[in-house]
Structures are given as structure tokens and as C-alpha cells.
């Protein structure tokens, strides 16, 4: 039985207007969210429910505070802690008054109450993002590795190498693929619509405007640069250390083999 207020109320309110990222860290998130900000009637947050901070977050115009929540404060982490939901309506709030239809990143690892109540909810816009696994378990490793999570300046690189672990990544994948495959088979069962997108979509922005008319947007992209900058440069030859030993495994993997 539902205690919180605003739980019921997003499962049932008919005039919700809300778009979801389900993601994972290194697939290209930062980038989507940047670009879906180019839309004037949209409003995309970073990560409302990362445990270690509240993502009311738009970097790429300095903006780290939305409806009476900031990304680092506190007392912003003890009322989401308190009331996760009370956080989604009062987003969905502040995005009404201001005509934009507000949406965030959710991962695997995020608050498991609101992404159930999502899933189930028809009326909030899926979205799938998702990138080779090879390429996001080396991203991820680097920027663990490095420190260096995003990049906005050209010369701040960090290079560095990694060393591949074959158990390790075998872990990642398993976990990786029962996150995408649980969301899609519960989305499938209830006959939802969603839209599945690559890594490389987000490069193109002619996808990127699917992308946005599907999260509901009725306008154009706003063309300008993006304040990202790529990271990691290269093949996996100059990423890994240990290249040479796991060139053969990474030739012949199989992404559906350890599924």
C-alpha cells in the first residue's frame, strides 16, 4: 500500500508530462542531456537520483539548482531521502510554469521505488539509451582511472591506460544486460511504447530531433556547439595496457553470449 502522497498521484495522473533516460554511466547521457537542452519547450536534469547527489544539474549553462533543489546542498539529499516523489512533482511543477516538459537520467543503481512507478506509468516517455559494451566497460574504467568523469576543456586531458580484466568485464556485461532487459521486458508486457537509442545516435542530430519529438517536443533544435569535449581518443590499442593479451577474447566476443 502506497504512503507517500505524490506515489499514486504519478501513477494515475492523466495530465503527466514527463520524459525518462534510462541509461548507464559512459553511454553518452551527458551529451543527450546537453542536446535535448537545445529544444526550448523541454527541460532535461542530469541524474535526480544518483545516491551521492541530487542532478537538478545543466552544466553546460552553469546551472546546478531547479525547483528548490541544489545538486550538492545537503539538506537537498535529506529531503529527497525523505520524500523521493515529493522531488518529482515539484520538478514537474517548476517545468509546467515555465511551458517545458521535464525529463532526467535514471540508471541501474538509482532509487528502485520510482523507477517501478515509472516503468508503469504510460504516460511517461521511455528512453532507452544504450552503447557496445566493450567501448562503455573501457570508457568507464578510464574515467575511474583518471578522475575525469567529463570533459569541457580540449586541453584538460588526462591520458591514461587501463588494464582489461576479462572476469571483471564478463560481470559488467551480465549486470548491464539484466538492467536493459528487465526494463524492456516489463515495457513489452504492458504494451508500452519506448525508443531504443545507440551511443552514436546522440552524435547525429537528426536523431537527436526524433529523439526530442518522441520525448514530446513540438519545436526545433537550437543550433550551437556543444560545451563536451570527446574523451579517450583512440583505438582500444592505446587504452589498454594489456592489449595484446586480450585482442583475441575482444575479437571474437559475442554480446549476446552472456546474456
Known amino acids: 500500500m502506497f504512503t507517500n502522497p505524490f506515489r499514486p498521484k504519478l501513477i494515475q495522473c492523466d495530465d503527466i508530462e514527463l520524459f525518462v533516460i534510462f541509461g548507464a554511466m559512459r553511454s553518452g547521457s551527458n551529451l543527450l542531456q546537453e542536446k535535448l537542452n537545445y529544444f526550448d519547450d523541454l527541460i ?3 541524474e535526480l537520483y544518483n545516491p551521492s547527489f541530487v542532478g537538478v544539474d545543466r552544466p553546460h549553462i552553469n546551472k546546478f539548482s ?3 533543489y541544489g545538486r550538492n546542498d545537503p539538506e537537498s ?3 529527497r531521502q525523505k520524500d523521493p516523489f515529493l522531488l518529482l512533482q515539484q520538478v514537474q511543477d517548476q517545468a509546467q510554469k515555465e511551458g517545458k516538459i521535464p525529463g532526467f537520467r535514471l540508471f541501474d543503481g538509482h532509487n528502485k521505488d520510482v523507477r517501478r512507478v515509472l516503468l508503469n506509468n504510460p504516460r511517461v516517455r521511455k528512453i532507452l539509451l544504450q552503447r557496445d559494451l566493450v567501448d562503455s566497460f573501457v570508457s568507464l574504467a578510464l574515467a575511474r582511472e583518471s578522475g575525469q568523469w567529463v570533459k569541457r576543456d580540449e586541453k584538460a586531458n588526462k591520458v591514461t591506460q587501463v588494464h582489461f580484466d576479462i ?4 560481470q559488467y556485461v551480465r549486470k548491464t544486460q539484466r538492467y536493459f532487459g528487465a526494463l524492456k521486458q516489463r515495457l513489452d508486457e504492458t504494451q508500452q511504447q519506448y525508443k531504443v537509442i545507440d551511443y552514436y545516435d546522440v552524435l547525429d542530430d537528426e536523431k537527436v530531433e526524433e529523439i526530442a519529438k518522441f520525448a514530446g517536443s513540438t519545436v526545433e533544435m537550437r543550433k550551437q556547439p556543444t560545451t563536451l569535449r570527446k574523451q579517450n581518443k583512440g583505438g582500444l590499442e592505446q587504452k589498454l595496457s594489456n592489449f595484446e ?6 575479437h571474437g566476443f559475442n554480446q549476446s553470449a552472456l546474456g
Not at 167 to 170: A, V
Not at 245 to 250: E, N, R, T
Open 245 to 250: 593479451q586480450v585482442k583475441d577474447y575482444l
Open 44 to 46: 532535461c536534469l542530469g
Open 167 to 170: 572476469d571483471e568485464f564478463e
Open 66 to 68: 531547479y525547483a528548490g
Open 77 to 79: 539529499r535529506k529531503s
